[in-house]
């Protein structure tokens, strides 16, 4: 349980562990439920949030070797070091959907890297692998700000077949032209669920980062910024937001004219396939103030660039021309691979609500697609065996 890790960590405030605990376990829960219920018998059970790959591609990650001495800590402590890596671009709505709705709505873009065989402490094993990963979304907030609030989406996804819209009903109060009717059904809500004075301010957060989410347009996954959003540990004594910037603008730089359900995927394959120099600087912001005002118990809260420079410390490079993106053996691998923020060194130890709740959820979510391909790879040999005999 990732408390056991949080309850000695300096930088993080947990209010009732055991009241988290209990609502981390029912977000689990939902996470079962909500895929069986999008991925009926025989469907293919894909992953929980990110669903959508736009490919996967080799990379290398390379620590600068003029990386300051201070920042020399776990993954960066050899200057020049270069490792092996793994890249997933995706979407994150939880289901498969076109790259833009048809109201013309955009969507979190999502980059996940996997860093082999790091040494060291991890906090859990990649398939007996030490691997470091890297989890990223295009907005450097989250938006959802802790576990209370991540349960009420989980909730109101359970009961609306993945409709989230009526997670802001709260706001609707201050609406004169609501009816009396729905402002009683509404108070009644904001009381079932514990909704404070706070809770309503962070739905109104909650709703900036979704509309400014919505209207960012992406026209390659290659050319844009992705954030951690959600803070780790920088050794014992500090804290981390990292972010990746791409060093170049790679073709294609614009939205294609015909808006296909899948353009990213065909921007990602198009760049990678040409001989073009792909190539990004990863960045990391260092703090080491009190907890409460770094706002670690809140993803939703930005931590200010002019007062906290990103400081680049080290280069990732996707090698070209990689023609093999999106054949049926890499993608099969690609849907195999399972990314957690929680596959990392000890020295980078996600923190805060919302990073403790992914510790159990990702690792759901993982074992439930995969529980799945095993049962299925059975059937398939089964099938076969059966289909052998009978040709003998
Ligand atoms: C700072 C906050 C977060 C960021 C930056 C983030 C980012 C990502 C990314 C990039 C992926 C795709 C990984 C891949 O390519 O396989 C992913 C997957 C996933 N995320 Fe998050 N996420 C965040 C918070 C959350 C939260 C709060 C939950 C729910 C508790 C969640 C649940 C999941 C699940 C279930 C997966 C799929 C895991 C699997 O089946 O392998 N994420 N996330």
Request: proline share 6%; charged share 25%; aromatic share 8%.
């Amino acid at each position: 349980m990732a408390q056991k890790d949080s309850l000695n960590c300096p930088f993080e405030h947990i209010k009732n562990p055991d009241l988290e605990i209990k609502k981390i376990n029912e977000i689990s829960q939902r996470t079962v439920s909500l895929l069986d219920n999008r991925y009926p018998v025989p469907d293919k059970i894909l992953r929980g949030v990110h669903p959508k790959s736009h490919g996967c591609v080799s990379a290398s990650f390379e620590i600068n070797a003029d990386i300051d001495q201070s920042l020399q800590v776990g993954l960066f402590k050899s200057p020049g070091k270069v490792f092996d890596a793994s890249i997933r671009f995706s979407n994150a709505s939880v289901r498969v959907e076109p790259d833009i709705s048809d109201a013309g709505e955009h969507g979190s873009r999502g980059m996940a890297i996997k860093i082999y065989d790091v040494g060291g402490e991890v906090l859990i094993e990649d398939n007996g692998g030490r691997n470091q990963d890297f989890l990223m979304i295009n907005q450097p907030v989250f938006a959802f700000a802790n576990t209370d609030d991540y349960l009420i989406l989980m909730r109101i996804l359970d009961r609306n077949n993945d409709n989230s819209d009526s997670f802001f009903d709260p706001l609707k109060l201050q609406d004169p032209t609501l009816s009396e009717e729905d402002r009683q059904q509404i108070l009644e809500y904001i009381k079932a669920e514990n909704i404070d004075e706070q809770g309503i301010k962070r739905i109104l957060d909650t709703l900036t980062i979704v509309k400014q989410i919505k209207s960012t347009s992406v026209a390659n996954p290659l050319n844009i910024q992705y954030f951690s959003a959600a803070p780790f540990l920088f050794g014992s004594d500090r804290v981390m937001k990292f972010s990746v910037k791409p060093v170049y603008q790679v073709t294609p730089t614009v939205l294609p004219p015909d808006l296909a359900p899948d353009y990213l995927r065909r921007a990602l394959k198009e760049s990678v396939f040409q001989n073009e120099r792909v190539e990004f600087d990863f960045m990391v912001q260092v703090r080491s103030d009190d907890g409460d005002k770094m706002g670690i118990e809140n993803a939703s809260s930005i931590w200010d660039e002019k007062q906290f420079p990103f400081i680049k410390i080290a280069k990732i490079t996707i090698p070209t021309p990689q023609t093999e993106v999106d054949s049926d053996v890499n993608e099969a691998r690609c849907e195999a691979m399972a990314f957690t923020p929680w596959h990392s060194l000890s020295e980078h130890q996600p923190i805060g609500s919302i990073n403790r709740l992914r510790k159990d959820v990702y690792q759901t979510s993982a074992k439930h697609r995969k529980a799945e391909r095993e049962v299925e790879s059975e059937l398939f040999l089964v099938r076969w065996f059966k289909s052998f005999l009978e040709s003998l």
